[in-house]
């Protein structure tokens, strides 16, 4: 049996301004097309199809055409949704997108109220044991109507997590396949950056102990980049699909395809797509910026440029996007900069000279008073500011 494990797509993801779906749609046009070709059996999507709860009209028309498609080439598939996606919504159109072949979970669920779903292959049956991302909240309210009585109900967090994902696995046989699916963090593996941090850390962060050792495979969500949780673990983040800021630039971006039979061990290959926008960092001074711009001039992608200087610099930006015109994040590093932070104090609004105080600032972190030309520049784009404020 031929599987494949996806996981964020971030439908309708807009980065520094620019919307990304178009290469998002790209990236989903060639698994679609390996799909087929490699002839695979089922596709696992394991959550945030999109990128906020309340999608554009376009990210999700993107999203059902692909499974549409899949459809049409005879491959089912199973979707959970993340964080980034409304339970509540995928759950209300759930029934529908059966319709087009794919089983849809949105909360999560016990194995015996759906949380188990069984798919029949055309190379034999797979059972995917589907948890949902759901917060600290959510998941204690259902486990109030779980376990009704004060002596059985679970008050913890990971307690309530480990219990429920060691449940999804009742309807594993024998003589099936059988996967576990899941949103969520896993202890010690690699972030990207991009990922929400507040999942990403104490309560939302798992052992891997807490992956029940029943599954032959753990198609993880969450982490942005493709990752195997241990050397001998089961477990895999597929990764997110296309390089979704400038933490994860340069990073080969694709999906992970399964060969696995009942009773033996998983055969996990990652397939890479090629990113329509590639994200790249690049680092210079202000000696060499010139030259390092005009070499990257024709990059295909998007560029993050830092530049280390001795002091501000006026027009920096339009120096930088004058040879890079795709160069959408220009970061000034100063090399004597003091990195304590300054302590902040209380201001009084009815006394409060912004010149005086911006003065103070650039003392602080430089160590130097500005000079005249950049105070003139700061003093008129305040003015520009508080004249927006103020119609």
């Given at each position: 049996?031929?599987?494949?494990?996806?996981?964020?797509?971030?439908?309708?993801?807009?980065?520094?301004?620019?919307?990304?779906?178009?290469?998002?749609?790209?990236?989903?046009?060639?698994?679609?097309?390996?799909?087929?070709?490699?002839?695979?059996?089922?596709?696992?999507?394991?959550?945030?199809?999109?990128?906020?709860?309340?999608?554009?009209?376009?990210?999700?028309?993107?999203?059902?055409?692909?499974?549409?498609?899949?459809?049409?080439?005879?491959?089912?598939?199973?979707?959970?949704?993340?964080?980034?996606?409304?339970?509540?919504?995928?759950?209300?159109?759930?029934?529908?997108?059966?319709?087009?072949?794919?089983?849809?979970?949105?909360?999560?669920?016990?194995?015996a109220d759906g949380g188990s779903i069984t798919l029949n292959t055309k190379s034999g049956k797979l059972c995917v044991g589907a948890?949902?991302?759901?917060?600290?909240?959510?998941?204690?309210?259902?486990?109030?109507?779980?376990?009704?009585?004060?002596?059985?109900?679970?008050?913890?967090?990971?307690?309530?997590?480990?219990?429920?994902?060691?449940?999804?696995?009742?309807?594993?046989?024998?003589?099936?396949?059988?996967?576990?699916?899941?949103?969520?963090?896993?202890?010690?593996?690699?972030?990207?950056?991009?990922?929400?941090?507040?999942?990403?850390?104490?309560?939302?962060?798992?052992?891997?102990?807490?992956?029940?050792p029943e599954a032959q495979y753990v198609a993880l969500g969450h982490i942005h980049i493709h990752q195997r949780i241990a050397k001998?673990?089961?477990?895999?983040?597929?990764?997110?699909?296309?390089?979704?800021?400038?933490?994860?630039?340069?990073?080969?971006?694709?999906?992970?395809?399964?060969?696995?039979?009942?009773?033996?061990?998983?055969?996990?290959?990652?397939?890479?797509?090629?990113?329509?926008?590639?994200?790249?960092?690049?680092?210079?001074?202000?000696?060499?910026?010139?030259?390092?711009?005009?070499?990257?001039?024709?990059?295909?992608?998007?560029?993050?440029?830092?530049?280390?200087?001795?002091?501000?610099?006026?027009?920096?930006?339009?120096?930088?996007?004058?040879?890079?015109?795709?160069?959408?994040?220009?970061?000034?590093?100063?090399?004597?900069?003091?990195?304590?932070?300054?302590?902040?104090?209380?201001?009084?609004?009815?006394?409060?000279?912004?010149?005086?105080?911006?003065c103070n600032y650039y003392q602080n972190r430089l160590g130097r008073t500005p000079q005249p030309a950049v105070l003139e520049g700061?003093?008129?784009?305040?003015?520009?500011?508080?004249?927006?404020?103020?119609?």
């Open positions: 049996m031929r599987i494949i494990h996806t996981a964020d797509w971030h439908l309708g993801r807009r980065f520094r301004g620019i919307d990304r779906t178009s290469e998002i749609a790209i990236a989903l046009e060639q698994m679609l097309k390996q799909a087929k070709e490699l002839d695979v059996d089922a596709v696992l999507v394991a959550g945030d199809i999109f990128d906020v709860p309340n999608p554009p009209a376009y990210a999700e028309r993107i999203a059902y055409h692909f499974f549409c498609e899949l459809q049409a080439a005879g491959i089912p598939a199973i979707a959970i949704a993340g964080n980034h996606d409304s339970a509540s919504r995928i759950d209300s159109i759930a029934q529908l997108l059966s319709l087009a072949g794919v089983r849809a979970l949105g909360k999560p669920k016990r194995s948890m949902p991302f759901a917060s600290e909240q959510r998941l204690l309210d259902a486990n109030s109507l779980w376990h009704s009585g004060d002596a059985n109900r679970r008050q913890n967090y990971r307690e309530i997590v480990t219990d429920l994902l060691q449940n999804l696995t009742r309807d594993f046989r024998d003589n099936t396949v059988n996967m576990l699916m899941a949103h969520m963090s896993i202890d010690g593996a690699r972030l990207a950056k991009s990922e929400v941090a507040y999942y990403t850390q104490e309560k939302y962060l798992h052992p891997s102990q807490t992956l029940p001998n673990s089961p477990a895999y983040y597929s990764g997110s699909l296309i390089q979704l800021d400038f933490g994860e630039a340069e990073q080969e971006k694709g999906f992970c395809l399964i060969e696995v039979e009942p009773g033996s061990q998983a055969k996990v290959e990652f397939k890479p797509v090629a990113c329509n926008k590639p994200l790249k960092v690049l680092k210079c001074d202000n000696d060499n910026l010139d030259a390092v711009l005009e070499a990257h001039q024709y990059h295909p992608g998007f560029l993050k440029v830092i530049v280390d200087l001795d002091s501000p610099q006026i027009g920096l930006a339009d120096r930088v996007r004058q040879i890079c015109s795709q160069a959408v994040s220009i970061e000034p590093r100063y090399r004597d900069a003091p990195l304590e932070a300054t302590e902040i104090t209380n201001i009084d609004p009815n006394n409060f000279d912004p010149a005086a105080e911006f700061f003093q008129d784009l305040y003015n520009k500011f508080k004249e927006t404020a103020n119609n």
